[in-house]
């Protein structure tokens, strides 16, 4: 779901509906869509980043690339800023995906 000035781009119609209006078990499935697809992305990031891994290993570059990290920093505190989201907390995100991946490609290599 991508938030434009205000205005919502829903997948279906249950995200387009007023909270308010939705009952404390609607709101908890809603949740719990959401928390799965946060995983898939996961996932799917998890994914390309092993083959960055790969490739890095492959043309014998070094596993920490501290300038690519700060450009992942930097658009994960525009896009919190774009969605009005606290930046701390994405960023928080984004630098325990970052530590984790790095973990993986060190334990592959």
Do not use: C, W
């Not at 499935?29 to 697809?37: F, H, K, L, V, Y």
């Not at 996961?42 to 570059?61: F, G, L, P, S, W």
């Not at 990290?69 to 970052?98: C, H, P, T, W, Y």
């Amino acid at each position: 779901m991508e938030h434009q000035g205000g205005n919502d781009v829903a997948d279906d119609d249950t995200e387009r509906r007023d909270p308010n209006d939705m009952s404390l078990a609607e709101l908890r499935e809603e949740i719990e869509s959401i928390d799965r697809e946060i995983v898939e992305l996961i996932a799917r990031r998890t994914y390309v980043a092993e083959t960055v891994a790969h490739v890095k290993e492959a043309q014998d570059k070094p596993t920490t690339d501290e300038s690519q990290e700060q450009r992942v920093m930097d658009r994960a505190g525009e896009n919190a800023e774009r969605f009005d989201v606290d930046s701390n907390l994405v960023k928080a995100v984004f630098r325990l995906l970052i530590e984790l991946n790095k973990v993986e490609q060190r334990d592959k290599r």
